[in-house]
């Protein structure tokens, strides 16, 4: 009879919880099992939502840097070119006794990330820069690095494998050569004949003494999309030059002999800390929806769009808010949520929806901030752990959901102006309210709807609250 009497118990539980799950979830809500959400509820506050330009940022100093051609078939084309310095393999290196050139490959290592197809054929070519980059201040995501005329220098025509490790040949000095396994990595080969030139004649006798010197001399290098040679509708690839992996490799015969046993390698480091890298975005909204709501600014649509790479954004105000906290009264907002929908057939693969959107604001003089809510270091209300401010894609709802309590209470409590609040997207991994120049993946969300139709997108803020005597 004990164990009867335990499990009726657990039974009569067991469906108390449920009937309570049952009538949270018919809200909208996702809430902690753990905690409920009392007071009224108001969920039909408008919502002002415009897909505005974002700023240009600096490129040179990027956890990882783009490269690829992108045709989306709703954001139009974006694209991404890398200008990049050299470093010595050392101070005042020379070739000393050089027989003949075996060959020089330009090595850049993939850094995880990708956006696109990368199952299509992609082309780089690879060209001399016009003019030393070392010697500029300013390395915007605007600018463009000119090139010497004339053809490529380097050329790379295939599929990609960022993701794939691969064996080469590792070059042991006065020994038999032996296959390595090496990081997920970008080899595009160079002409000879320019790198006899530029390179192993220049450092010959070891007059180049460092990096600054090289630079006087080669200028840099650029890589490149050639968009003719490429297939389909493109990706994003991203690189890594946080440590000299990726360089200029040069196999070389050495001695008077030549022989499988005398071939040398040497490398010419490309690091963002030693050398400069920068990268050059182009977006072309021509012809898309994206090009019209830009041109309308003042103007509410049915969806809006985000776009990292420095791209777009959405402004966004809640322009009842104050109205109603006039109506109602003086309350404490127990929960605020913001929910995002997706628009409906805009993530199809390879385009698929952002893993992730940032929530920030402006400041009076408008530079951009966390919300208080995701600000734990200067605000006690901020939440340490940034699931629970939310902002990640829901891939089973089709949906982004963020936490803002603090920052709609201050809100309603007249604590804070609304400067300007922003949506954009940011890497999964790092939450950024800067411009994002380490993703590619962009997102078509819903605006706010007094009436939506059953399955259509929409941007709506759900407001717990209880007045306050």
């Known amino acids: 009879m004990k164990f009867i009497k335990i499990d009726l118990l657990t039974l009569l539980i067991s469906l108390f919880l449920f009937a309570s799950c049952e009538n949270t979830s018919t809200i909208g809500l996702e809430i902690d099992p753990k905690s409920t959400v009392e007071g009224a509820l108001v969920d039909t506050l408008s919502i002002s939502s415009r897909t505005v330009m974002d700023e240009v940022i600096a490129t040179n100093n990027l956890t990882r840097h783009p490269l690829g051609y992108l045709k989306d078939p709703i954001f139009g084309t974006t694209e991404s070119s890398l200008a990049f310095s050299l470093g010595l393999p050392s101070a005042s290196f020379n070739f000393g006794a050089f027989d003949s050139l075996d060959s020089a490959v330009l090595v850049l290592n993939y850094a995880g990330e990708f956006y696109g197809d990368s199952t299509l054929t992609y ?33 790379k025509t295939g599929r990609l494998y960022p993701n794939t490790k691969f064996k080469i040949n590792d070059i042991v000095t006065g020994a038999k050569d032996t296959l390595r396994s090496v990081v997920p990595q970008l080899r595009i080969k160079l002409d000879p004949n320019f790198v006899i030139q530029n390179l192993i004649k220049l450092t010959a006798n070891g007059s180049i003494k460092n990096d600054g010197a090289l630079a006087n001399f080669i200028n840099g290098l650029h890589v490149s999309v050639n968009k003719t040679l490429s297939t389909g509708n493109g990706g994003m690839a991203f690189f890594n030059f946080d440590n000299p992996t990726s360089n200029l490799s040069i196999y070389y015969k050495k001695g008077p002999v030549a022989g499988p ?19 050059t975005i182009k977006h072309n909204y021509v012809g898309t929806p994206i090009e019209t709501q830009l041109n309308n600014p003042n103007q509410q649509y049915a969806v809006t769009y985000l776009q990292p790479m420095v791209g777009l954004r959405n402004k966004i105000s809640f322009p009842s808010l104050s109205r109603f906290a006039t109506n109602v009264g003086k309350i404490v907002v127990n929960k605020a949520e913001l929910v995002i929908d997706v628009a409906s057939g805009t ?3 390879p385009f698929e929806a952002a893993p992730r959107l940032s929530l920030y604001r402006y400041d009076i003089a408008e530079q951009r901030i966390n919300l208080p809510d995701n600000s734990p270091t200067t605000d006690v209300r901020g939440f340490t752990d940034a699931s629970i401010f939310g902002g990640y894609f829901n891939s089973l709802t ?15 409590s007249n604590k804070t102006k609304d400067y300007g609040t922003f949506l954009a997207p940011t890497p999964t991994n790092e939450f950024l309210f800067t411009p994002s120049l380490t993703s590619a993946a962009r997102v078509v969300i819903g605006a706010n709807k007094k009436n939506p139709a059953a399955g259509e997108s929409t941007m709506k803020l759900n407001v717990y609250y209880t007045k306050v005597d």
Not at 135 to 154: C, D, K, M
Not at 261 to 279: M, Q, W
Not at 398 to 412: A, C, E, H, N, P
């Open 398 to 412: 089709k949906q982004y959901v963020f936490v803002i309590t603090s920052y709609i209470q201050d809100l309603v």
């Open 261 to 279: 046993l005398d071939t040398v390698l040497v490398a010419f480091p490309i690091s963002k800390t030693a050398n400069k890298v920068a990268a």
């Open 347 to 349: 993530d199809l693969r």
């Open 123 to 155: 082309s780089f070519d690879v060209h001399q820069l016009n003019s030393n980059i070392t010697l500029n201040e300013s390395f915007l995501s605007n600018r463009e690095y000119g090139v010497f005329p004339g053809g490529a220098i380097g050329n």
